[in-house]
Structure formats: structure tokens, C-alpha cells
């Protein structure tokens, strides 16, 4: 048996964009976000391309009112903004 699947908003963030918009402009324009890293702290920084969000943990913190970002992941800061970039919610 299957059961009814509802979406009720689209919310992203990622190395093309801050919200579903942007991104979809970012794949219609063919424009990549892989590059250096520039947030995380590893070794391999130099060697080694990704595509990360290039915001810092602070930066993203702000976007969501969290107050003690130190005590907060960067995933989790990133899950709270894709969460609130639906189009009902926006950060």
C-alpha cells in the first residue's frame, strides 16, 4: 500500500545558492561552485576542491538568530536555513 506524499516547500542552501533561486539560476547559468576550501579546517585545503557554502559558521548563525553558534554545528545551521528558505519561511 502506498500513502500520500504532500510537499509543502523547497528549502536548500549549497555551494550555488542560498535558497532554491538562487540555485536554480546558478543551474541554469552553468556556474559551479567547486573551488578552494575556504571553511572547513582540514590538511587538504590545498590540494583538494569542493564545493562547500562559503559563509562562515558566524555568518550562518546570523542568517538564523542563533545566538551561541559555538554550541551549534555547521549542519545544523545549515539544516535550519534550507528549513526556512521555503517559500512560506525566509531567513
Known amino acids: ?3 500520500r506524499i504532500f510537499i509543502t516547500g523547497i528549502g536548500i ?5 542560498r535558497n532554491a533561486g538562487e540555485t536554480l539560476e546558478s543551474l541554469r547559468n552553468s ?9 572547513l579546517d582540514t590538511i587538504h585545503k590545498a590540494e583538494l576542491p569542493v564545493a562547500e557554502v562559503r559563509l562562515s559558521n558566524k555568518e550562518l548563525a546570523e542568517m ?12 545544523t545551521l545549515l539544516g535550519l536555513i534550507a ?9
Open 31 to 39: 556556474r559551479s561552485g567547486v573551488g578552494p576550501i575556504t571553511q
Open 13 to 17: 542552501i549549497s555551494a550555488i545558492g
Open 64 to 75: 538564523t538568530g542563533v545566538a551561541e553558534y559555538e554550541l551549534t554545528t555547521r549542519t
Open 1 to 3: 500500500m502506498y500513502g
Open 83 to 91: 528549513a526556512g528558505s521555503s517559500p512560506a519561511r525566509r531567513f
